[in-house]
């Protein structure tokens, strides 16, 4: 057991390592995959749409904190829209960019270099949190920790906004992440899931549908190549998320599918334009549309303490 600890503490250092020098490089280049008016499908807007989108529906909410706000659009965002808005993110070329951001944007928001888990911030002070492409890059474990001192930093009735990778894609991608999950023998639980969302004709149909479905499936020790030099990037399904949230205090309301991919990975690449139409298209009309979430690489999870 306790070479089992020592590691999984040693892998995830390395994970985290991998991740902050990424980050440090990448900074410029996820700062431009994050603007609006691309040509292309930017899932970073998708995922902030769904953010600003639950945004305008929480009544009386004054405070938002965005953890590894990256080049911070959405905390400029949501200081347009009003709110006391902070970012928090580990790598210093990230936050430059966000005081740039912001002073281009002529705003007032709140940058801060450092850990989620070191940086001293108020319990129950805060009415949204927001997390998009983070957890990705920690443990299951430390990803509890993290869902911990959420619930502690909000208020009561405060919500959070989690987005994943979803995994429930590599059902229905057919590629190398298909095989993975095959090899770990949980593709029938993925699929079956599947089908659970895909029928479900509301939101609370597919909640309730997803309690059945709720487990922690087990992770592979590294994942496909992704464009991202870091050996592990986790991900979740919409029902593993959603049940270690709600073991957590959380309960889900929304599940917002980002990201649509309808064709088939062989033609994408044949037909990038015409994928990013797709995907773009589908957007427009169908961010809560629960039904889609199998053919979407990404989902992001709206829960209220």
Same mark, same amino acid.
């Given at each position: 057991?306790?070479?089992?600890?020592?590691?999984?503490?040693?892998?995830?250092?390395?994970?985290?390592? +991998?991740?902050?020098? $990424?980050?440090?490089?990448?900074?410029?280049?996820?700062?431009?995959?994050?603007?609006?008016?691309? /040509?292309? $499908? /930017?899932?970073?807007?998708?995922?902030?749409?769904?953010?600003?989108?639950? !945004?305008?529906?929480?009544?009386?909410?004054? *405070?938002?904190?965005?953890?590894?706000?990256?080049?911070?659009?959405?905390? !400029?965002?949501?200081? +347009?829209?009003?709110?006391?808005?902070?970012?928090?993110?580990?790598?210093?070329?990230?936050?430059?960019?966000?005081?740039?951001?912001?002073?281009?944007?002529?705003?007032?928001?709140?940058?801060?270099?450092?850990?989620?888990?070191?940086?001293?911030?108020?319990?129950? /002070?805060?009415?949204? !949190?927001?997390? +998009?492409?983070?957890?990705? $890059?920690? /443990?299951?474990?430390? &990803?509890?920790?993290?869902?911990? *001192?959420?619930?502690?930093?909000?208020?009561?009735?405060?919500?959070?906004?989690?987005?994943?990778?979803? *995994?429930?894609?590599?059902?229905?991608?057919?590629?190398?992440?298909?095989?993975?999950?095959?090899?770990?023998? !949980?593709?029938?639980?993925?699929?079956?899931?599947?089908?659970?969302?895909?029928?479900?004709?509301? +939101?609370?149909?597919?909640?309730?549908?997803?309690?059945?479905?709720?487990? &922690?499936?087990?992770?592979?020790?590294?994942?496909?190549?992704?464009?991202?030099?870091?050996?592990?990037?986790?991900?979740?399904?919409?029902?593993?998320?959603?049940?270690?949230? *709600?073991?957590?205090?959380?309960?889900?309301?929304?599940?917002?599918?980002?990201?649509?991919?309808?064709?088939?990975?062989?033609?994408?690449?044949?037909?990038?334009?015409?994928?990013?139409?797709?995907?773009?298209?589908?957007?427009?009309?169908?961010?809560?549309?629960?039904?889609?979430?199998?053919?979407?690489?990404?989902? #992001?999870?709206? #829960?209220?303490?």
């Amino acid at each position: 057991d306790d070479s089992r600890d020592r590691l999984s503490a040693e892998n995830g250092m390395q994970q985290q390592d +991998q991740t902050k020098d $990424y980050f440090r490089v990448a900074a410029e280049d996820w700062h431009q995959k994050s603007k609006d008016g691309r /040509s292309d $499908y /930017s899932a970073l807007e998708g995922r902030r749409h769904a953010v600003l989108s639950a !945004i305008d529906e929480i009544k009386d909410a004054r *405070r938002f904190l965005d953890v590894g706000c990256g080049s911070g659009q959405l905390v !400029i965002a949501a200081a +347009q829209r009003g709110l006391n808005a902070e970012g928090i993110d580990f790598a210093s070329e990230m936050i430059e960019l966000c005081e740039a951001n912001r002073k281009e944007a002529g705003v007032e928001a709140e940058f801060t270099e450092g850990s989620f888990f070191d940086v001293d911030l108020k319990a129950g /002070s805060y009415d949204i !949190i927001s997390a +998009q492409g983070f957890i990705e $890059y920690f /443990s299951p474990d430390d &990803m509890m920790l993290i869902f911990k *001192r959420c619930f502690e930093l909000l208020r009561p009735g405060g919500s959070l906004l989690v987005g994943s990778r979803n *995994r429930l894609f590599n059902a229905v991608s057919f590629n190398a992440f298909t095989e993975v999950e095959s090899e770990l023998g !949980i593709l029938e639980a993925l699929v079956n899931e599947c089908i659970a969302l895909h029928t479900s004709e509301s +939101q609370e149909a597919a909640f309730e549908a997803l309690r059945a479905h709720e487990r &922690m499936d087990p992770h592979p020790d590294s994942h496909p190549a992704t464009g991202v030099p870091v050996d592990v990037r986790y991900q979740y399904s919409p029902a593993d998320l959603t049940g270690r949230l *709600r073991s957590s205090g959380f309960t889900p309301t929304t599940l917002f599918p980002i990201y649509f991919h309808g064709l088939p990975g062989a033609i994408r690449k044949a037909r990038p334009d015409l994928h990013f139409q797709l995907a773009n298209a589908v957007a427009e009309f169908t961010l809560r549309d629960q039904r889609l979430t199998p053919f979407c690489s990404t989902f #992001v999870l709206h #829960v209220t303490k």
